[in-house]
């Protein structure tokens, strides 16, 4: 019997967990980083978030209402290796193996990344991912993890969003680490992420176990026809698309002439090997498409931004093209034929300003116009034949939206900030209900 699709939602620890010094956990990036005055809108705090640490239970019984049955988390790097390298703290990794228990118990699938963006901070004194040695020490921490796990745990995403995590924390400085570093040194910081990848998939592998990686993709679409615009679409399409996608698919980076780069600095002999074929699935994350214009002067990139005419837009302001995702799902298709593994929407979602109404109720009609929207999109591409084999939601419950604090709400799930009281918006019925429906046919 194949297995069945994947019906889930997605989370990350930083975002929903709090709890940062329980239980032998040690400081991660973002705790510091998140406390510069200025780094977080409003001066938010991630110290509490959902308070998911203590209220985890109450999040799987949500989780079960809806019907999923899988479901996306991070392991926060800092609980299970709290100094980054060297002893594993056993408590970190009982919180994650009760949580991977009560899953299985409600038949839901856990899957978890193993990096979703808070390094140990210990690593980030020691040079972070501009060290080598930070790509070992990953591989070491997935080892310990999935030698905790792996009996139960069959499938592993590696990193989220590695072109994310590298130019919004090395390059423009807005997420943890807050450096910002030029364009070849960024390109090292790339290589080790995926020399992280590469290294620890080989440990995930030996023991058996499935390994994803997840990007983020947005298709690119030049604003005009002029050689200019095109020239930039090019350009950030073959870092947004490529960068994190051709080394693992094809053994080798794309052509980054565009950033005056020739060789990506602190590739060593193997390295590629390691990299080349190291992913039997590749996860989505999908959001909204790009419009890439000329840059602007002096600005020292190869594109600059337009705008999506004719879309409606999220709170955040990304505006809301589902075919997007078709398109996206099309160009990977296109772009890597038969080297392409399967795929699984590891992210879709939107922030709305959501209103709680006296009667409890929270009427999000343009959240489940965007989800609904995707999903047709995900079965259109399965009917044109695309190997799609999940979709996941972001997210369960409204939480830390990163640099933007408590602002964007993405959830299924209302979080009264005050009192941690979790109210399902209507988006969770109705994607309840479709989870509910496909099931249905699907066992039919
Ligand atoms: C990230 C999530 C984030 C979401 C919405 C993705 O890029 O993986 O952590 O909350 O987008 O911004």
């Known amino acids: 019997m194949s297995s069945p699709f994947l019906w889930g939602v997605a989370s990350s620890a930083f975002q929903i967990e709090g709890a940062l010094d329980e239980d032998g956990r040690?400081?991660?990036?973002?705790?510091v980083f998140s406390e510069r005055p200025g780094a977080v809108r409003d001066g938010h705090s991630p110290a509490l978030a959902c308070d998911h640490y203590h209220r985890w239970a109450e999040d799987v019984e949500l989780l079960d209402r809806l019907g999923v049955n899988a479901y996306r988390f991070s392991l926060a790097w800092p609980r299970v290796v709290p100094t980054g390298r060297g002893a594993v703290n056993g408590a970190g990794l009982d919180f994650y193996d009760h949580l991977?228990?009560?899953l299985l118990a409600r038949g839901i699938a856990p899957v978890p990344t193993l990096?979703?963006?808070?390094?140990?901070?210990?690593l980030e004194e020691a040079g972070g991912w501009s060290e080598r040695d930070t790509a070992h020490a990953f591989a070491e921490y997935a080892a310990a993890a999935a030698d905790r796990l792996g009996d139960r745990v069959d499938r592993w995403i590696t990193l989220n969003e590695p072109l994310v995590h590298t130019t919004y924390g090395h390059a423009l400085g807005v997420h943890a680490p807050g450096r910002i570093l030029e364009v070849p040194e960024v390109m090292r910081v790339a290589h080790h992420m995926l020399l992280a990848h590469g290294l620890a998939a080989g440990e995930l592998r030996s023991r058996g176990l499935e390994v994803l990686l997840t990007n983020n993709y947005s298709p690119v679409s030049p604003a005009t026809g002029s050689e200019a615009d095109t020239a930039a679409a090019h350009a950030y399409d073959t870092l947004h698309n490529r960068l994190f996608t051709d080394p693992v698919l094809t053994g080798a980076y794309p052509d980054?002439?565009?950033?005056?780069?020739?060789?990506?600095?602190?590739?060593?002999?193997?390295?590629?090997?390691?990299?080349a074929g190291s992913a039997d699935g590749l996860g989505i994350n999908y959001y909204n498409p790009t419009v890439a214009t000329a840059p602007d002067e002096g600005s020292g990139l190869p594109f600059g931004f337009g705008e999506v005419a004719g879309a409606p837009v999220t709170a955040f302001g990304w505006p809301v093209v589902p075919e997007g995702l078709g398109r996206t799902i099309d160009l990977l298709r296109g772009r890597h034929g038969d080297a392409l593994p399967p795929l699984y929407v590891t992210e879709n979602g939107c922030s709305y300003e959501d209103r709680v109404s006296p009667g409890g109720r929270i009427a999000d009609p343009e959240r489940i116009a965007y989800l609904e929207g995707h999903v047709a999109e995900v079965e259109a591409a399965r009917e044109r034949g695309a190997d799609v084999r999940g979709y996941f939601v972001w997210t369960l419950t409204d939480n830390f939206e990163w640099a933007e604090g408590y602002h964007q709400r993405f959830g299924l799930v209302h979080v009264d900030r005050a009192t941690q009281a979790r109210t399902p918006k209507d988006s969770f019925s109705w994607y309840r209900d479709l989870v509910a429906a496909r099931t249905a046919s699907a066992d039919a």
């Not at 040690?26 to 705790?31: I, N």
């Not at 590739?267 to 090997?273: N, P, S």
């Open 115 to 122: 990096f979703h963006w808070d390094l140990p901070l210990a």
């Open 256 to 275: 980054l002439s565009a950033f005056g780069v020739a060789e990506v600095p602190g590739v060593r002999e193997g390295d590629l090997k390691a990299v």
């Open 26 to 31: 040690g400081p991660s990036v973002w705790d």
């Open 100 to 102: 991977v228990d009560s």
